[in-house]
């Protein structure tokens, strides 16, 4: 069994209380700023402002550090389009029957359709795949811990960092996904869990009309 090694920590930064207080307001309000939009402008983005918000999104915690996630940045316009076809089909088929009528209701206020040509307007998509085992050196199986919850952090951190960078994002599920990992070469290890559309909101783009929970709503505080 490998041992465990500890270096010293330098890197953790000590705010005076009233700027830390200051930052927690000015990150919850950049936060609250954020937005799904579906309807993006064809404005490129660099591949390196793509490759640091991945790098953000690698540093999440992870069960065991296994860091089971794997991203697929495409700008490539005809898989971006193959995408759009497969990922259209795919919902064509949930809007038009396998949705259970609640779901469908649900999704009402959202405005959602089975047409998504943002999947292809948009500059970037960025497939998230969970690897659900690892493989060492010699192809062996290796099993990982809280995949989904290590990866759903991993998202999370992504749409924070393009956030944070100017971009606008929606996170897209087709149901299913199988085809992801199908046209973009993932191994057998590997299952899409999301793909992240990322680039500058379309000049007339508009958002639901929608209100976030309040604090007290999502959260209860046990003092002592
Ligand atoms: N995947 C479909 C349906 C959909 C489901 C949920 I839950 C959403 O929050 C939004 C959409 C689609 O992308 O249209």
Redesign the pocket.
């Known amino acids: 069994m490998p041992e465990a090694k500890f270096v010293p920590w330098i890197d953790h930064i000590e705010y005076p209380p009233d700027e830390m207080l200051r930052r927690a307001h000015e990150f919850n309000s950049e936060m609250q700023r954020r937005r799904t939009i579906r309807a993006f402008s064809p404005r490129g983005v660099s591949r390196e402002l793509i490759e640091q918000c991945l790098l953000a999104a690698g540093s999440a915690p992870s069960g065991a550090h296994q860091q089971p996630w794997s991203f697929v940045a495409v700008s490539d316009s005809s898989v971006k389009a193959d995408i759009r076809t497969r990922a259209e089909q795919a ?1 064509r088929e ?1 809007y038009s029957g396998v949705a259970p009528r609640e779901w469908l209701d649900a ?1 009402a206020p ?1 405005g ?1 359709d089975e047409h998504k040509p943002y999947l292809e307007t948009a500059p970037w998509l960025i497939a998230v795949f969970a690897q659900l085992w690892g493989v060492g050196p010699s192809g062996e199986h290796r099993k990982h811990y809280y995949v989904q919850e290590s990866v759903g952090i991993a998202c999370g951190m992504l749409i924070t960092a393009l956030h944070h960078a100017g971009l606008a994002t929606l996170t ?4 299913p996904m199988g085809f992801l990992a199908e046209r973009l070469g993932r191994p057998e290890n590997e299952r899409a869990v999301m793909l992240v559309v990322a680039g500058y909101p379309a000049q007339e783009v508009r958002v639901p009309d929608i209100r976030r929970k309040s604090l007290g709503e999502i959260a209860r505080f046990v003092e002592g």
């Open positions: 919902e949930f999704l959202l959602t897209h599920t087709p149901s």
